[in-house]
């Protein structure tokens, strides 16, 4: 008998791996739920719950918030809302999150908006369980594909970043504005909650592109990044000490100088970077950083180019076994993707509005449809394409990213 003992006492450490295995770190790497070194390799369901204008191929309709203004203009708010909906649900669905399984990657980036998490109007809908009930259902599907997930505050209460990216104002009010902050803290508490056990959510990406270039003021606002990533940490350890949490450097989640010595166990430094040279030096920064601090670093977001930039710049990451995810896994009638999908007849009716500068209400009667049917028309057949069955591959693209082509 106290022979047993004592081997349950050896093999208790086993036993506690065992039924706690989430994502973790260890010196520069991430660790798997096996104990092993692991490089992630995937991609981000952009235009998903967080739509960008050029991906609808409009010019300054930018953001969700003018997207929506245009299509509520088109066919109404009763007839936009059930366009969102239904849109909700047939841009992303298990048939997607099957194929990147077998395409070869082995995570996946999800980007969402603070505003699914309250009762603020959004896409339709003020549901503050919104949410969930979208990323529930793709974590599940995630969860059966061996995929796992990691969830991206892409827009957050006063706008992070001021530009169309976080459907903002035009300003990172947030840095500025104690109550975006606590909304902001209470959000991501909320959510570590809600999946605090749940092992397919890999990690959680706190601020995409926080700060953007374009602010005089742009070092002051600086100086609140990493406070506030400290105090959003600080809560969500207090309800989940399970999960990874993401830091993204300021400017476009390019400039690592705002950080200073890690203040977590499970950090992961994230940069993103778009029409670089593919050469070391671009890299070099984040490299130093992770090699002074023993930390793991992270690609969040690149990609939007040839084919040829897409190899260079995924062999570059490899080579010096930098994860990475990406940006985006579908467009409508685009090249630089994982997969697209064919744009609609009669597409440049909606394109036609949304790109006319409309100054006042005037305006947007003079330049409304004779035929909203005709809108309304596209527009479901937009929500049929996007589908996944009706989308083919980028082969180059795939190719250049190490993946299985064809679907």
């Given at each position: 008998m106290k022979s047993i003992k004592l081997l349950l006492i050896c093999l208790a450490p086993f036993f506690t791996f065992a039924q706690n295995k989430f994502f973790t770190t260890k010196g520069k790497d991430i660790i798997d739920p096996n104990?092993?070194?692991?490089?992630?390799?995937?991609t981000n369901?952009?235009?998903?719950?967080?739509?960008?204008?050029?991906?609808?191929?409009?010019?300054?309709?930018?953001?969700p918030r003018l997207i929506n203004q245009v299509i509520t203009e088109l066919i109404g708010p009763d007839k936009a809302a059930d366009f969102w909906e239904k849109y909700l649900n047939n841009y992303i669905t298990k048939g997607d999150i099957q194929y990147l399984k077998r395409s070869g990657t082995n995570s996946v980036r999800i980007p969402f908006h603070y505003k699914m998490f309250t009762t603020e109007s959004y896409l339709g809908s003020n549901n503050p369980n919104r949410g969930f009930e979208l990323l529930d259902?793709?974590?599940?599907?995630?969860?059966?594909?061996?995929?796992?997930?990691?969830?991206?505050?892409?827009?957050?209460?006063?706008?992070?970043?001021?530009?169309?990216?976080?459907?903002?104002?035009?300003?990172?009010?947030?840095?500025?504005?104690?109550?975006?902050?606590?909304?902001?803290?209470?959000?991501?508490k909320r959510i570590a909650q809600h999946y605090k056990n749940e092992k397919t959510v890999l990690g959680y990406d706190l601020l995409n592109e926080p700060i953007a270039h374009f602010f005089?003021?742009?070092?002051?606002?600086?100086?609140?990044?990493?406070?506030?990533?400290?105090?959003?940490?600080?809560?969500?350890?207090?309800?989940?000490?399970?999960?990874?949490?993401?830091?993204?450097?300021?400017?476009?989640?390019?400039?690592?100088?705002?950080?200073?010595?890690?203040?977590?166990?499970?950090?992961?430094?994230?940069?993103?970077?778009?029409?670089?040279?593919?050469?070391?030096?671009?890299?070099?920064?984040?490299?130093?950083?992770?090699e002074k601090y023993q930390v793991p670093i992270h690609v969040g977001e690149t990609g939007e180019n040839n084919d040829q930039w897409i190899l260079e710049f995924r062999t570059l990451m490899d080579k010096h076994a930098i994860s990475w995810h990406f940006w985006p896994y579908k467009k409508m009638n685009a090249k630089s993707s994982l997969a697209?999908?064919?744009?609609?007849?009669?597409?440049?009716?909606?394109?036609?509005?949304?790109?006319?500068?409309?100054?006042?209400?005037?305006?947007?009667?003079?330049?409304?449809?004779?035929?909203?049917?005709?809108?309304?028309?596209?527009?479901?057949?937009?929500?049929?394409?996007?589908?996944?069955?009706?989308?083919?591959?980028?082969?180059?693209?795939?190719?250049?990213?190490?993946?299985?082509?064809?679907?």
């Open positions: 104990g092993n070194p692991i490089v992630l390799k995937g369901l952009g235009n998903w719950l967080v739509p960008e204008g050029y991906m609808f191929k409009f010019k300054d309709v930018s953001s259902k793709v974590i599940a599907w995630c969860k059966e594909e061996n995929l796992p997930v990691i969830l991206d505050m892409h827009c957050a209460p006063g706008g992070q970043t001021g530009d169309n990216i976080d459907d903002s104002d035009g300003y990172p009010f947030l840095f500025e504005s104690p109550k975006s902050q606590a909304l902001t803290i209470a959000i991501w005089d003021n742009k070092e002051a606002l600086n100086k609140n990044l990493e406070p506030l990533y400290k105090a959003i940490t600080a809560e969500i350890r207090k309800v989940d000490k399970n999960h990874i949490i993401f830091l993204g450097g300021a400017q476009w989640n390019s400039n690592f100088k705002v950080f200073g010595k890690p203040f977590d166990d499970k950090l992961v430094y994230s940069f993103h970077k778009y029409w670089t040279a593919t050469t070391q030096d671009v890299i070099q920064e984040y490299l130093d950083y992770s697209t999908f064919p744009t609609p007849a009669n597409y440049d009716l909606l394109i036609k509005y949304a790109d006319q500068p409309k100054a006042n209400f005037a305006d947007i009667r003079k330049y409304a449809p004779k035929d909203r049917t005709a809108i309304e028309t596209v527009l479901n057949q937009l929500l049929e394409n996007c589908r996944f069955d009706n989308a083919t591959t980028n082969d180059g693209y795939l190719s250049g990213l190490g993946l299985r082509t064809g679907k």
